[in-house]
């Protein structure tokens, strides 16, 4: 629902922002107008991530496509850095290079355009804040959802860049120095590139395979150095999957004299009790060993001392 709602204001905006744009010659409206283009498409992308990850795993993909959600948000970054970012660049140059042709009621209209803007994408903003309060128990819960963090960003920078648009024109109109203007726009576009590189920077991670939160992983140590029949956590590996997937692999030793039987017994009881620990995780893979035998194939070079997989 937050996504729907900031892509309504958005497209809204964005058709304000360019007409009154090129009706006031203004180059700071118009790299707003470009901000709000870029959110839209953005916003596009995210209701295609939300909707594809939710598709169940098959034989192609076995770990789902969870991690869709950050594809999508790595093309919404790249959007915001193109069509925003560098849009804002050009018109901040052109501003500079060659003087603004501006319009006094146009830049009236303008200005009357930028203040419902900022009602509007301030609006937007409480609401995704609000949904943050009231689904997550902390923000950095709420930032490992690339959809909720890319509209957050959006809706920040959409405000601090109205308010900078406002500015220079606000400074343009009563010195007539286009210097003025031509400085917000390019503002703007600093404030998009940076907000670009940090959602890219966070997709990145995601795709290429992020751990859990320390915390969480050190549940999970706790968890399993908690078993009677563990001797010691050898390694523990985790990588999101998706927003709410997290895939667990751990090489354990086990205490001496344990079957085969016993051994099976325990890895399935303790696979349970990691995913009921941690409700997110869906995939758990344990390589077993006991310690006696781990410290012969160390002696002897074997598998556990290259770090080859095996076990359960």
């Given amino acids: 629902m937050t996504v729907l709602v900031a892509l309504g204001a958005n497209l809204v ?21 470009a901000h709000s283009v870029a959110d839209s498409l953005n916003e596009i992308f995210l209701l295609a991530a939300l909707r594809r990850s939710r598709r169940p795993a098959d034989r192609r993909h076995p770990f789902g496509y969870g991690k869709e959600r ?29 003087g603004a042709k501006e319009s006094h009621s146009g830049y009236v209209a303008g200005l009357a355009v930028l203040v419902v803007a900022l009602l509007s994408e301030g609006g937007s903003l409480v609401r995704a804040l609000h949904q943050v309060h009231r689904q997550h128990d902390t923000a950095a819960q709420a930032l490992r959802d690339p959809a909720l963090r890319t509209v957050l960003a959006e809706d920040s920078t959409a405000v601090l860049g109205v308010v900078l648009a406002i500015a220079g024109m606000a400074l343009h109109m009563a010195t007539g120095n286009v210097v003025w203007e031509a400085s917000a726009s390019l503002a703007i576009g600093v404030l998009l590139v940076y907000v670009a590189y940090r959602l890219g920077r966070e997709a990145r991670d995601q795709l290429i395979g992020q751990a859990a939160d320390p915390e969480l992983s050190d549940r999970i140590r706790a968890l399993l150095k908690a078993q009677p029949e563990i001797d010691s956590v050898e390694a523990l590996l985790t990588m999101q999957l998706g927003l709410d997937s997290l895939l667990v692999a751990a090489r354990v030793d086990l205490v001496p004299g344990l079957d085969s039987e016993e051994v099976e017994e325990v890895a399935v009881r303790i696979k349970r009790s990691v995913a009921h620990t941690v409700p997110e995780t869906h995939q758990v893979f344990l ?25 359960t």
């Avoid at 999508?72 to 901040?92: N, R």
């Avoid at 160390?298 to 080859?308: K, S």
Wanted: net charge negative; aromatic share 10%; with cysteine.
């Fill in 13 to 33: 905006i964005a058709v304000a922002k360019a007409v009154g744009g090129l009706l006031a010659g203004s180059p700071a409206l118009l790299s707003e107008a």
């Fill in 70 to 98: 950050f594809f999508w948000s790595l093309l919404a970054a790249v959007g915001i850095f193109v069509m925003g970012g560098c849009f804002s660049f050009f018109q901040g140059l052109e501003a500079l290079k060659g």
């Fill in 287 to 311: 390589d077993i060993t006991d310690a006696p035998t781990r410290a012969a194939e160390r002696r002897e070079g074997g598998p556990a001392a290259a770090g080859e997989p095996g076990g």
